[in-house]
């Protein structure tokens, strides 16, 4: 299973992927794993149009300075994949 998590998501990686082993432990997916990928936080400048990456926690344009930005992407946690084995196979 691979999940997209953006570092303003509100999730710490590896408190997700401690989780899903506690909770696939002693299922049929024990054997299920986690695959995070981290993704950056994006922005766009409403004053002067540019899109940037924020480094840690200046929410600045990188450009002209104004702290009157978009953030565009960061907040996000998404399923990206879940690839399975065949089932006969796996309970075999
Ligand atoms: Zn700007």
Known sequence: VRVRVGPLAGIVPDSLD?????????????RARLDIEKTLVKARCSGCG?????EGTLFLCSR????????????????????????QAELA
Do not use: Y
Request: negative net charge; aromatic residues 8%; glycine residues 10%.
């Open 64 to 87: 002209c300075g104004s702290a009157d930005i978009e953030v565009v992407s960061g907040t996000e946690l998404q399923v990206v994949e879940i690839e399975m084995a065949d089932p």
């Open 18 to 30: 401690f989780c899903f082993d506690a909770i696939v432990t002693g299922t049929p997916l024990s």
């Open 50 to 54: 540019a899109g940037f990456e924020v």
